[in-house]
């Protein structure tokens, strides 16, 4: 089943906002795949601001690699700034990818990558904005995987082990197993 892009409804917020350009996607090569065409679905996120996550070597690598796979979507999402959060909530526009402007909440695994534990909050802000509980222990099989990743110290704290569940091993073979 398809799944709508929010961009109609984002493009109406983007002159009330400082930096629009952050939202709108088409970077040079940036991917957009069929959404039925694919088994697998990924949301990645740097949990800072486009310009901040878009350099990110990590994230790039992890784009690109599992777009090579075949059956095996991904699209970034960013952190967005503070006057177009309050528009999203106010318009109940859902926090989306900027690859083809998906609601994160449809994807089948959400991917974090901290290089430090300020990203935290903007990772809970967008999880809000999903409309993903923010307690794993509050999400069903309806809800997504929940995946943080980065160096060793931003991702042992204790603390975050509410908010994060182990990774599936459903989603984990699918994801890696060869084309059928």
Not at 33 to 58: H, S
Not at 77 to 87: G, H, I, M, Q, R
Not at 139 to 166: E, F, I, M, N, V
Request: some cysteine; proline content about 7%.
């Amino acid at each position: 089943m398809s799944v709508e892009s929010v961009f109609p409804r984002l493009e109406a917020l983007l002159p009330h906002v400082q930096k629009p350009i952050q939202y709108v996607g088409g970077e040079l090569n940036s991917t957009v795949k069929d959404w039925d065409a694919c088994d697998v679905r990924w949301a990645l996120m740097y949990p800072d601001a486009y310009e901040v996550g878009l350099p990110n070597q990590g994230v790039m690598i992890l784009y690109e690699v599992l777009n090579e796979r075949e059956g095996v979507l991904a699209e970034r999402t960013y952190s967005v700034w503070p006057d177009l959060e309050a528009l999203m909530r106010e318009h109940q526009v859902p926090q989306f990818t900027v690859d083809a402007h998906r609601p994160v909440k449809a994807f089948d695994v959400f991917g974090l990558s901290f290089s430090t534990e300020l990203g935290y909050t903007n990772m809970l802000t967008a999880l809000d904005l999903a409309g993903i509980p923010l307690e794993a222990a509050d999400r069903t099989l309806d809800h997504r995987s929940c995946w943080p990743a980065g160096t060793p110290r931003s991702t042992r704290s204790r603390s975050r082990t509410s908010w994060t569940r182990p990774w599936s091993a459903t989603a984990s073979r699918r994801c890696w197993t060869s084309p059928r």
